[in-house]
């Protein structure tokens, strides 16, 4: 079932990733060529129109080939002979419609599932929070300056705590007032150390507790907008620690780890109704389909960003780069990410052996 549901859940976030690329070319007069979903030989094809549709065998990626994007053509229906904005609005597309995805499940997630929220329900008798006066009904704003906008801040920033830290700095809303509370660390901490509250929820149109409110549209909105700030922030934060090596390739997922993780998902959720198996392998699709948007727009060699840096060295130029020159570069590029994608790829699998 994991490799299942991993083939739905890559297959919709290549689909949706490529035809931004697609509707945004078709938009432009641009020729699309060939529409493609999978990589390697085709399964089946049909051309409708000036492009052919196919599916390819390797369910994992897919591309949208458009006419004169890797070479010169005379065509004013080619992807090079467009304006520099034209182009880039077809490159930035495909991460566009990712992010767009992403937020759509979140919001119908919270819409209809409900979400925790960072207020506080319940003081726990004796816990640092407790003892440092925060209330029942106090908003969380800020965490060590740090602001919270959704529960998922609050977490990351209670896991991130260091061990040696001995106070943090919490700013409540309470009312209308802004309250400062410093609360007093247990000398004994880990990621999963709890202030000693119960987080405060808002139930989704399907489901119904007792002294919970329902959420409604704005609250969704919201909830599903910093959804994809915070795993941007997360992803760039993740970046970060790799480049300065507080990360290892071993911290790292590719195709066969994700897998692996979509199969730990559906086994925990497995025993539940399977509405809320769907509901897990959505919201684990919204996280992907955020971090693949990101990592597409690395202004790396071979990847949408790449192409995005050159168009805009091209605008401060006003003057096109070789297409040689750059279709080399974007090839090493390639080249480098199948070594890495190898390198990450024997990483997963002995993790799982």
Not at 176 to 182: D, G, P, Q, R, T
Not at 228 to 239: H, M, Q, T, W
């Amino acid at each position: 079932m994991a490799i299942l549901w991993a083939i739905i859940i890559f297959g919709l976030i290549v689909l949706v990733h490529e035809f931004g690329h697609f509707l945004l070319a078709k938009r432009n007069n641009i020729t699309v060529e060939e529409f493609a979903i999978g990589m390697g030989p085709k399964i089946v094809s049909k051309k409708i129109g000036e492009t052919v549709y196919s599916l390819r065998i390797f369910p994992l990626g897919g591309f949208c080939q458009m006419l004169g994007e890797d070479g010169e053509s005379d065509s004013e229906k080619a992807f090079g002979n467009k304006t520099v904005w034209q182009r880039m609005k077809v490159i930035v597309a495909g991460a566009g419609m990712n992010f767009l995805l992403a937020f759509i499940i979140f919001f119908c997630l919270s819409v209809f599932g409900g979400t925790e929220i960072p207020r506080v329900k319940k003081v726990l008798i004796d816990s640092p929070v407790y003892k440092a006066g925060i209330l029942s009904g106090d908003y969380i704003y800020k965490i060590n300056g740090q602001k919270i906008n959704i529960v998922q801040d609050l977490n990351f920033y209670l896991s991130d705590l260091k061990k040696s830290e001995e106070k943090i700095n919490l700013s409540v809303k309470r009312g209308n007032k802004l309250l400062n509370f410093n609360i007093d660390l247990p000398k004994e901490k880990n990621k999963n150390y709890i202030l000693g509250f119960e987080k405060d929820y808002l139930t989704g149109i399907l489901s119904n507790f007792n002294g919970y409110k329902k959420i409604n549209v704005f609250e969704a909105f919201y909830n599903a907008f910093f959804l994809i700030v915070f795993y941007i922030r997360l992803a760039f934060v993740g970046l970060f620690r790799l480049i300065f090596f507080k990360l290892s390739i071993r911290d790292m997922a590719g195709p066969i780890g994700i897998v692996k993780i979509i199969g730990d998902v559906y086994n925990g959720a497995v025993k539940q109704r399977i509405i809320y198996i769907i509901a897990e392998m959505a919201n684990f699709m919204a996280i992907l389909s955020a971090n693949i948007g990101i990592f597409n727009l690395l202004p790396l060699p071979a990847l949408d960003g790449g192409r995005l840096f050159f168009l805009l060295i091209e605008a401060v130029r006003h003057k096109k780069i070789n297409q040689e020159k750059e279709g080399l570069i974007h090839f090493i590029g390639f080249v480098v990410l199948i070594i890495f994608a190898v390198i990450i790829a024997v990483s997963d699998i002995l993790k799982i052996v």
